[in-house]
C-alpha cells in the first residue's frame, strides 16, 4: 500500500484509510442516501473529506435543494433541452443564463435559477413557444 493510503487521524492518533459509507442529508425536511467518500478513522468517529469527496455529495445535495425548492433538478434541465433539440450552446443562447449556464446546471456546478426552472417548464409542456424566443431574437 502506497503510504497516502493511510494517514494519522488528528483526534486520536489512530489509522485513517479511505472508504465509501453510507450516509444521510437533509434538507428542509427532504432527506437523501448518500454514498460519502472519505477518510474514515480505524479508531474513532473521525471523518475528514477532501474537496473531492465533498463535491460527490455536493451533487446530491443540489439535487435535494431542487426538489424542495421545487426547482428541476440537473437531469430534469438535461431532458427538457434534448426535447427541444439544442444544443447546452444554443439553450443558453436563446435561454439566457450565461453562455456556459446549461453546461453548468447539468454538471450540477450550478443550481438552476426559478425564473429558468419556470421557463423550462413551461417549454416542456409547449414546446412551439420556443420559436417566439427565437423569433425574438431577430429583433432590433
Ligand atoms: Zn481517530
Not at 111 to 139: C, F, I, Q, T, Y
Request: net charge neutral; aromatic share 4%.
Amino acid at each position: 500500500m502506497a503510504k497516502s493510503d493511510i494517514r494519522t487521524c488528528p483526534a486520536c492518533g489512530g489509522d485513517m484509510a479511505r472508504d465509501v459509507r453510507a450516509d444521510t442529508i437533509s434538507y428542509k425536511g427532504l432527506t437523501a442516501d448518500v454514498q460519502q467518500p472519505g477518510w474514515y478513522c480505524r479508531s474513532c468517529d473521525e471523518v475528514l473529506l477532501e474537496p473531492a469527496d465533498m463535491q460527490a455529495t455536493d451533487m446530491a445535495f443540489l439535487d435535494l435543494k431542487a426538489e424542495a425548492d421545487h426547482l428541476l433538478s440537473a437531469d430534469e434541465v438535461r431532458r427538457v433541452r434534448r426535447k427541444l433539440n439544442l444544443s447546452q450552446r444554443a439553450a443558453s443562447d436563446i435561454l439566457g443564463g450565461g453562455p456556459r449556464a446549461f453546461q453548468k446546471y447539468e454538471s450540477r456546478t450550478t443550481m438552476v435559477s426559478r425564473p429558468m426552472s419556470n421557463l423550462l417548464r413551461v417549454l416542456d409542456r409547449h414546446p412551439e413557444a420556443l420559436d417566439d424566443l427565437r423569433d425574438r431574437r431577430k429583433g432590433p
